[in-house]
């Protein structure tokens, strides 16, 4: 089982990027999609997740109004659209497949993990 995360870059305060999450050698259309986050020195953290179907999304209240995730079952992807980015906002970015229809904001929720995609956020 692989995820694969692209999509990250240098941008500049307030600019945007689009991450994306595609999986290969299975399909995750019943399971919970997220994004986490790492900064250097810090503890991964969440950001976002979505459920089974896309009707329910969650999101980290420092991303909360900045940020969208979304998915597309038939594609066997994930994207999260950032906006209104902020240095703070530097990490590596993580792609994760929940064990279940929905994934919450901790770790152990997950089974499945991309490699990280480094956002670099300048001011």
């Known amino acids: 089982v692989q995820l694969q995360a692209s999509g990250g870059g240098l941008v500049q305060a307030g600019g945007s990027l689009t991450l994306s999450c595609k999986a290969s050698?299975?399909?995750?259309?019943?399971?919970?999609l997220a994004w986490f986050r790492q900064a250097p020195g810090k503890e991964r953290e969440f950001v976002a997740a979505?459920?089974?179907?896309?009707?329910?999304?969650y999101y980290a209240d420092s991303v909360k109004g900045r940020f969208t995730i979304s998915r597309d079952n038939a594609k066997n992807t994930e994207t999260l659209q950032m906006n209104s980015l902020k240095p703070e906002d530097t990490a590596d970015y993580y792609c994760?497949?929940?064990?279940?229809?929905?994934?919450?904001?901790?770790?152990?929720?997950?089974?499945?993990w991309g490699q990280g995609t480094l956002v670099t956020v300048s001011s």
């Open positions: 979505i459920n089974w179907n896309g009707g329910r999304k």
């Open positions: 994760a497949a929940a064990r279940g229809a929905v994934g919450g904001s901790g770790r152990d929720d997950y089974a499945y």
């Open positions: 050698k299975r399909t995750f259309s019943n399971n919970g």
